[in-house]
C-alpha cells in the first residue's frame, strides 16, 4: 500500500539574510514534518527558527536560543 503524502509550509527565519524563507515540503504525515523541521534547524547556523504549518495551523516552531548556546 503506498503512503499517502501530506504537503506542509515550511518557514525558516534565516539571520544572515533578516529574511524568512518559505518552502512547500512534501512529507508522510506530523511526525516526520516535526523531524524535518529538526533536521533544517540544524542544517545551519544561520537558522533562528523553523515553523511547519498544516494549512491554516501551525504544527510546530523549533527555534535555537543563541544567547544561551553562546554562554
Do not use: N, Q
Amino acid at each position: 500500500m503506498a503512503r499517502t503524502m501530506k504537503a506542509y509550509r515550511v518557514l525558516i527565519h534565516d539571520l544572515a539574510s533578516a529574511e524568512t524563507v518559505v518552502l512547500t515540503a512534501e512529507l508522510a504525515g506530523d511526525r516526520r514534518a516535526r523531524e524535518f523541521a529538526r533536521e533544517r534547524l540544524a542544517s545551519s547556523p544561520d537558522y533562528a527558527a523553523v515553523e511547519i504549518w498544516d494549512g491554516p495551523v501551525r504544527l510546530c516552531r523549533l527555534s535555537i536560543d543563541r544567547d544561551r548556546e553562546a554562554a
